[in-house]
């Protein structure tokens, strides 16, 4: 069982910026690759990040690629996602994720450990 906990969620103004920690235990944490997902009200949960166990291989929605960074710490068990330049519409409840692959991948079937969320909300 993994166990995932997300911090650094908030209130900013466009084209602030934030950085969401996602702390992790139960299993050794550089077997698997870890995500980021959102879910915005009344849509989908989609891909936001991924990055693959060693951290060298990252994936992004085309969305937020340039201005999103995802990393790792494996030592301290930890993966976060840096936001910069944000927009209204990255307003969303973000979600930490676990998966069984050490591939980074945005599909959601890859992921087993899920993270409770932390609300970000951009403001215009």
């Known amino acids: 069982q993994v166990h995932l906990v997300e911090s650094g969620g908030g209130l900013v103004q466009a084209g602030g910026s934030l950085r969401l920690s996602c702390a992790a235990s139960g299993r050794t944490f550089s077997t698997g690759a870890m995500g980021w997902f959102r879910q915005a009200p009344g849509k989908e949960r989609e891909f936001v990040a991924s990055?693959?166990?060693?951290?060298?291989?990252?994936l992004y929605k085309d969305s937020v690629e340039g201005r999103f960074t995802i990393s790792r710490d494996n030592p301290q068990s930890t993966v976060y996602l840096q936001m910069n330049s944000l927009k209204p519409e990255d307003t969303a409840v973000y979600y930490c994720?676990?998966?069984?692959?050490?591939?980074?991948?945005?599909?959601?079937?890859?992921?087993?450990?899920w993270g409770q969320g932390t609300q970000v909300t951009v403001s215009s």
């Open positions: 990055i693959s166990g060693s951290g060298g291989v990252t």
């Open positions: 994720a676990g998966a069984h692959t050490n591939r980074a991948t945005r599909y959601t079937p890859h992921y087993d450990y």
